[in-house]
């Protein structure tokens, strides 16, 4: 079955200090994965995706990931992380195989990042 | 607008109501999908149209659930004989093709007492 984890409801981490929030996936066929986030009172936002080439992925705000197949993970991460980072963040996975071609997406629970000055 | 508009934003009903969501995708944009995000949990693909054709709605929990596009456009999720488990963020999301990130709207948190 296709399934996402993401073992931590929270993390916290001091402002200027690196980031990590881990995501790792089960899909039968090869995935395309993403990482969105959400803001109090606001949409997802998408914030970088992993289709295929570079393991390592650059998205906005200054926020990278990392694809790992052995390991089937794809942790977000950030070198100095900011107050303003303070916001619940989603791993999605697409099977390529039964997605059908379109963003039939299955998210993780979730994890919540929490940056203190 | 520039971005997906999902009204309303709140949605209090009694149990057996019936409801409508409405969402307004970002102009041009093609695809259109319904995802619900129940408490503590990450959002749940409900249904994917590409232009005015339900294309996908393996998602759709059981049959008091139904959502059309009549114009390509708009799009209108219907919830018959609302229930207390219905209760969860309906999110609406759309973008130009079939790939690519989805732009998501806020929502609309439906609560079913």
């Known amino acids: 079955a296709q399934s996402v984890a993401q073992p931590e409801d929270q993390v916290n981490v001091a402002e200027g200090n690196p980031l990590t929030v881990k995501c790792t996936y089960s899909?039968?066929?090869?995935?395309?994965l993403f990482w969105y986030v959400q803001y109090p009172n606001r949409g997802l936002q998408f914030l970088l995706k992993y289709i295929t080439g570079d393991n390592l992925v650059k998205g906005s705000y200054g926020f990278e990931a990392e694809f790992n197949k052995s390991q089937t993970s794809f942790h977000l991460k950030k070198p100095s992380a900011l107050v303003s980072d303070s916001a619940l963040y989603f791993c999605?996975?697409?099977?390529?195989?039964?997605?059908?071609?379109?963003?039939?997406?299955?998210f993780g629970a979730g994890t919540r990042l929490a940056v203190h000055p | 607008g520039a971005g997906v508009s999902q009204t309303p934003s709140n949605k209090v009903t009694e149990k057996g109501k019936y409801v409508e969501l409405r969402c307004d995708p970002i102009s041009g944009h093609t695809a259109l999908y319904w995802y619900r995000q129940s408490l503590g949990q990450g959002p749940e693909f409900l249904i994917y149209?590409?232009?005015?054709?339900?294309?996908?709605d393996s998602g759709l929990p059981n049959d008091r659930f139904f959502a059309v596009r009549p114009e390509g456009s708009v799009s209108t999720l219907k919830i018959q004989r609302t229930e207390r488990g219905d209760s969860a963020v309906y999110l609406c999301a759309s973008n130009e093709g079939r790939t690519g990130e989805l732009f998501f709207g806020e929502g609309s948190r439906l609560t079913v007492l």
């Open positions: 149209f590409q232009g005015t054709g339900a294309a996908d």
């Open positions: 999605a996975v697409r099977d390529l195989r039964f997605s059908g071609g379109y963003n039939k997406l299955i």
């Open positions: 899909v039968s066929g090869n995935p395309y």
